[in-house]
């Protein structure tokens, strides 16, 4: 989609990846972050927008990756404020359903069109492209967005009605932080035993135990490198949502439930900025690993 503009509002981890690849693929983008650092990192590329207002001005499509409910209600202020009915925003963000249904009628009051587009994949897939997006709400919509979709994902599946692509982004999310967990246990489980970590990657990688989750954070837990594709401090916030939405439900998640704990004390073993991968210094210790 070179001849188009895409606005990106929020660019750590996921959002920058996501600007690096759509200007690669020829897109023009404006994008805006408040944590200055960020945005200082891609102004060189042309990229400066000094407001969320203005990195919606002249966009065919608006895409918001933000790490909070507040980040949320500030940038359906900044979109209002812009003037720019008509425009479709797509959320990629992990956050409640009613925080979004809260902005989807607070924009749609301004003639902005809002879609829950929830990302699969960590902040190192992103760099490669290989994201999912799970996109809901309007079809129309959906469909003026899925240019700049393919411009920095791999797939994008529509879900039908607004709110479905975070339902099953929880799905997901759910297993991946018991797969997570699983994977730290495999591998603690096979080092105490003497075996090489490269071996374990790549044997286990082979067989009928992989998993998606496994093949990227193995690798880490292998070298204890957590530099982070997820923040455990961030995933935190991912847990509590994934809680509430099945309790909401009444359906009960044991192995879940069983993982949360590990990622408790990795953030309160001072680790809570590094890679969710990290679980696995947690299992280490508890079994006298000596790496």
Known sequence: MASSTVGIIGLGIMGGAIARNLLAAGTSVRGYDVDAARFDALQPRGIAARSAAEAAQGADVVLTS???????????????????????????????????????????????????????????????????????????????????????????????????????????????????????????LGMKAGLDPDAIVAVIASGAGTSRVFELRAPLMAKGDYAPTMKIDIWQKDMAIIAEFAKSLGVPIPTFSASAPLYDAAQQAGLGGKDTAAVAEIIAARADLKR
């Open 66 to 188: 933000l790490p909070s409910i507040a980040a949320l209600d500030a940038t359906v202020a900044g979109l209002l404020a812009a003037n720019v009915a008509g425009l479709v925003v797509a959320e990629l963000s992990t956050l409640p359903i009613e925080a979004k249904e809260k902005a989807h009628a607070q924009l749609a009051a301004g003639g902005i069109t809002l879609l829950d587009c929830p990302l699969s994949g960590t902040g190192a897939q992103a760099v490669t492209r290989d994201l999912a997006v799970y996109a809901s709400g309007e079809r129309a919509a959906y469909d003026r967005a899925a240019p700049a979709f393919a411009g920095f994902a791999r797939a994008s599946h529509y879900l039908g009605a607004f709110g479905n692509g975070s339902k099953m982004k929880f799905v997901a999310n759910l297993l991946v932080a018991v797969h997570n967990v699983a994977s730290a246990e495999a591998m603690v």
